[in-house]
T-cell receptor, first 114, second 114 residues
Framework: KNQVEQSPQSLIILEGKNCTLQ??????????LRWYKQDTGRGPVSLTI?????NTKSNGRYTATLDADTKQSSLHITASQLSDSASYIC?????????????FGGGTRLMVKP | DSGVTQTPKHLITATGQRVTLRCSPR?????VYWYQQSLDQGLQFLIQ???????AKGNILERFSAQQFPDLHSELNLSSLELGDSALYFC?????????????FGDGTRLSIL
């Protein structure tokens, strides 16, 4: 069964600290893995997209890693800011970008406190 | 601003009614996706259109239907509404219906069934 599991479900950190969110998947065949940030009441915003051959990709203070062998990905946030408070969603795509080929994780809810 | 426009932002109606949600994709994007996000739930893929044609179907109820018009805007029609249909409905668009392009999400329509 194609599944994407994210951990932790929720996380509270202090402003300025780093954190790492995890994503494990069993989706096959694999095409790409995406991380999205979703602010409360807003639509998700794409942070990174990684294909099989990419093992790291950065977008500002966000760095995603991918280990296709162990089927694990992580999203590392450096020097967190209050605006990083959001849900982070891991999405794995099979074969192509067709909607029914995307498997969504349940998200990690991050709260950054001053 | 993702460039994807969804209207209305909020919709309140009663059980048994029918509503239409509208989405204008980002300029140049040919593919439109519809998602449902219930309270504290992950994103559930409903349906995808590409250049006016249905491309992929997810867990979309028979009471729901969608279409994409020649100008590429899309509408999601929800009928015989039930309390459980209360959710955020997101539209996303991408350049093509396949490949590794990101999906750009609108800010959603919040549907409340009373």
């Amino acid at each position: 069964k194609n599944q994407v599991e994210q951990s932790p479900q929720s996380l509270i950190i202090l402003e300025g600290k780093n954190c790492t969110l995890q994503c494990n998947y069993t989706v096959s065949p694999f095409s790409n893995l995406r991380w999205y940030k979703q602010d409360t009441g807003r639509g998700p915003v794409s942070l990174t997209i990684m294909t099989f051959s990419e093992n790291t990709k950065s977008n500002g203070r966000y760095t995603a890693t991918l280990d296709a062998d162990t089927k694990q990905s992580s999203l590392h946030i450096t020097a967190s800011q209050l605006s990083d408070s959001a849900s982070y969603i891991c999405v794995v795509s099979r074969n192509n970008n067709a909607g029914n080929m995307l498997t969504f994780g349940g998200g990690t809810r991050l709260m950054v406190k001053p | 601003d993702s460039g994807v426009t969804q209207t209305p932002k909020h919709l309140i109606t009663a059980t048994g009614q029918r509503v239409t949600l509208r989405c204008s994709p980002r300029s140049g994007d040919l593919s439109v996706y519809w998602y449902q996000q219930s309270l504290d739930q992950g994103l559930q893929f409903l349906i995808q259109y590409y250049n006016g044609e249905e491309r992929a179907k997810g867990n979309i109820l028979e009471r729901f239907s969608a279409q994409q018009f020649p100008d590429l805007h899309s509408e999601l029609n929800l009928s015989s509404l039930e309390l459980g249909d209360s959710a955020l409905y997101f539209c996303a668009s991408s350049v093509a219906g396949h490949g590794n392009q990101p999906q750009h999400f609108g800010d959603g329509t919040r549907l409340s069934i009373l």
